[in-house]
Nanobody
Framework: QAALVESGGGLVQAGDSLRLSCVAS???????MGWFRQAPGKEREFVAT????????SYADSVKGRFTVSKSNAKDTMFLQMNNLKPEDAAIYYC?????????????????WGQGTQVTVTS
């Protein structure tokens, strides 16, 4: 069965860094993957996406230059390196997998979701 498990969230000060991981099982990893986040009272928003090969990726404008998405197919893991964190980055971060071809920023196009990992950023 396909499954996604995120880890690496935590409580940090503004300007600190965190590295999130998403481990995929089954056939889930053999697909387009992405990171999304949702803050309390807000809708889920796109953060980053990456192709199966890792050669194609894109970011939300709000995180460009600060976040880096990558993956290790050998380890069935996707990463999100988050540098210079800001209070507005605080949210639950979700890993997602899309079974159709093509990277996408649209959450509704993703078929599988992890349970999320909490990122809290204090000023």
């Amino acid at each position: 069965q396909a499954a996604l498990v995120e880890s690496g969230g935590g409580l940090v000060q503004a300007g600190d860094s965190l590295r999130l991981s998403c481990v995929a099982s089954g056939r889930t990893f053999g697909s387009v993957m992405g990171w999304f986040r949702q803050a309390p009272g807000k809708e889920r928003e796109f953060v980053a996406t990456i192709s199966w090969s890792g050669r194609t990726f894109s970011y939300a404008d709000s995180v460009k230059g600060r976040f880096t998405v990558s993956k290790s197919n050998a380890k069935d893991t996707m990463f999100l390196q988050m540098n210079n964190l800001k209070p507005e980055d605080a949210a639950i971060y979700y890993c997602a997998a899309k079974l159709t071809d093509g990277t996408s920023a649209n959450a509704r196009e993703y078929n599988y979701w992890g349970q999320g990992t909490q990122v809290t950023v204090t000023s």
